[in-house]
């Protein structure tokens, strides 16, 4: 049986010119605890290493299920991407967490490897896909330390889906 969706309200959640120079969750989303979230796109980049010299691959995960949050970050702002709605997330959203996340049933949902020359995109499309977590369901985008400071930018985007009558 799938479980049905009705649509919801997208937003983003930034972080801009941050110096990345440990392992860290960029990432950490908490869905409230009346809606799912449907994770849309992740994109990670920096722009102060370029040139062979500067050739590095860092690991980047995408990890569902812990119950004890990160720390050490900031908690941004979602903005909402339709222009003229007032509705603000009620996700919690922190990013550049380096104390991580930890406790719980964890579950790896994605492992994958980005060549920080080049940026990370992540983006789960169509419903097959689809990066759901459920209601009061914490998931994050973990990435291992560079080997020096990288400045970095990174955006999730997300949607709130209210809960159907089932």
Do not use: C, K
């Not at 049986?1 to 950490?28: C, H, K, R, W, Y």
């Not at 009346?34 to 722009?47: E, F, M, N, S, W």
């Not at 940026?119 to 990435?143: E, H, T």
């Amino acid at each position: 049986m799938s479980i049905p969706l009705a649509t919801g309200n997208f937003f983003s959640a930034v972080f801009t010119a941050v110096a990345v120079t440990a392992a860290q969750d960029v990432f950490e989303i908490t869905a409230p605890a009346t809606r799912r979230v449907r994770i849309h796109d992740i994109r990670l980049g920096q722009y102060t290493d370029f040139g062979d010299a500067q050739a590095e691959i860092l690991s980047v995960q995408v990890i569902r299920g812990y119950t004890v949050s990160g720390s050490g970050g900031s908690a941004p702002t979602p903005a909402n991407l339709i222009s003229d709605s007032t509705r603000v997330a009620q996700s919690s959203v922190e990013v550049n967490n380096t104390t991580v996340a930890n406790t719980g049933t964890a579950v790896t949902l994605i492992s994958d490897a980005w060549n920080v020359q080049a940026g990370a995109w992540i983006a789960p499309l169509g419903d097959r896909n689809a990066i759901i977590i459920g209601p009061s369901v914490r998931l994050v985008v973990r990435i291992t330390a560079p080997a020096d400071s990288l400045t970095m930018n990174g955006t999730l985007m997300f949607e709130e889906l209210y809960l159907p009558n089932i």
